[in-house]
Structure formats: C-alpha cells, structure tokens
C-alpha cells in the first residue's frame, strides 16, 4: 500500500524557517517525481514545487522561489521541503503528492499524503 | 488567482447528475489532454478521480467521469449522493507554468 507520511509542520514566526519531510512507503520511491502543494486555510490547492525521480530536476512557483528548496534522499524513501524566511501568506496544511514514474506511464499526483500544518505567526 | 477557472459552487439533487467546469486557454486544458479532477472532503486530503482528460483510477466510481470541448474540461457526476458533496478541482498540463503543472480555484458541491 502506497503510503505518504508528512512531519515537521508546526508554529514558527514570521522571517523563521521549518523543514518539512515526507516518508514514502509501498513503492519504488526512486522512480517517481513528487510534488508539494499546500492549501491555505479556506483556500484552494495552491501547487509550489517538484523534484524529479533523482534529485537533479527542481521547480518551484514564483511565490516560494528563493525561499523553499525541495530536495530527497532516495535512500532514506524521503522527501523534504526547506522553508525559509517564512511569512505570514505561506500559513497553510502542506501536502505531499507522488508525481508521474520515471520512464513510464502513470497518473500525476496520484497518492497524497494527509497533510501538515504550518502556522505563521 | 488560480490559472484554470471554476466556478466557486454547484449544488444538485440526490439522484441528479451534474456537470462542473474548468476553463483553461490553449496553453494548458484546449492544448493537451492532460486534464485531471480531484475530489477533497473536509479535512482530508485529495482524492484523483480522472486522469488524461477521460480516465479513471481503478477503484473509482463509474458515476465520475470526465470530457473535453475546447479550452473547458468538465467533470460530470450522475446519480448524485450524499457523499457527494465535496470541493472538486481540475488540474492540467501548462506550457506556460514554471511548474507544467496548473490547478483550478476549485469548486464547492452541495447535495440538496
């Protein structure tokens, strides 16, 4: 069973940083893109980053770039998410999602984790 | 303000079929068939329920299915149930998104 288990969410205050991890299970972590998307309270999906299967392809919205860093340890089965200078708007349950396979066909964001909440204040 | 448009709610009768929308522009939804639907309860996280514009995950219900006419992408439920009632958003493919990857604002279901 494919299983997305998201951890390091919590209170910081504006300015600080937190680092997110999201422990894959049930798959072959090493072959699938996975994505970030956070969800302010009362608000809809707000997509902010991706890694591809190795760790060498990065993208991000402009609204974290130069302040998130996502990254993996494909050893570990673990995706990150590095956030700096943290304000106020980036206040929002983070969610990890399982992107496309590497060199075969699949379905985007096809598992989710249950999400972590990140409070700015 | 989110790169594909849907409309912020729909309400429908138990038993009825409804149709959502999500509109997009030739650069994401009217140029590729990359178009996929995802239910979200209170809560909870996202739930995929059509893939590739048409395609369904196993274990989704027939009742969810999906089409395409132009730059509008739709999802379409019959047989309207109570747990139903949920935010529904529509993602696609975009040539324009630093991402390749856009989301809809989402809309909110009722079920009366």
């Known amino acids: 069973e494919v299983q997305l288990v998201e951890s390091g969410g919590g209170l910081v205050q504006p300015g600080g940083s937190l680092k997110l991890s999201c422990a894959a299970s049930?798959?072959?972590?090493?072959?699938?893109?996975m994505h970030w998307v956070r969800q302010a309270p009362g608000k809809g999906l707000d997509y902010i980053s991706a890694?591809?299967?190795?760790?060498?392809?990065?993208y991000y919205a402009n609204s974290v770039k130069g302040r998130f860093t996502i990254s993996r340890d494909n050893s570990k089965n673990t995706l990150f998410l590095q956030m700096d200078g943290l304000r106020p708007e980036d206040m929002a349950v983070y969610y990890c999602?399982?992107?496309?396979?590497?060199?075969?066909?699949?379905?985007?964001?096809?598992?989710w984790g249950q999400g972590i909440l990140v409070t700015v204040s | 303000q989110s790169a594909l448009t849907q409309p912020a709610s729909v309400s429908g009768s138990l038993g009825q079929s409804i149709t959502l929308s999500c509109t997009g522009t030739?650069?994401?939804?009217?140029?590729?068939?990359?178009v996929s639907w995802f239910q979200q309860h209170p809560g909870r996280a996202p739930k995929v329920l059509i893939y590739?514009?048409?395609d369904r995950p196993s274990g989704v219900s027939h009742r969810f299915s999906g089409s395409k006419s132009g730059n509008t992408a739709f999802l379409t439920i019959s047989g309207l149930q109570a747990e139903d009632e949920a935010d529904y958003y529509c993602?696609?493919?975009?040539?324009?998104?630093?991402?390749?990857?856009?989301f809809g604002g989402g809309t909110r279901l009722t079920v009366l």
């Open positions: 590739d514009v048409t």
């Open positions: 999602a399982r992107g496309f396979p590497n060199m075969a066909r699949g379905i985007n964001f096809d598992y």
């Open positions: 049930g798959f072959t972590f090493s072959a699938y893109a």
């Open positions: 890694i591809g299967s190795t760790g060498g392809d990065t």
């Open positions: 030739n650069t994401d939804v009217g140029g590729y068939n990359y």
């Open positions: 993602s696609s493919y975009s040539t324009t998104s630093t991402l390749d990857w856009v």
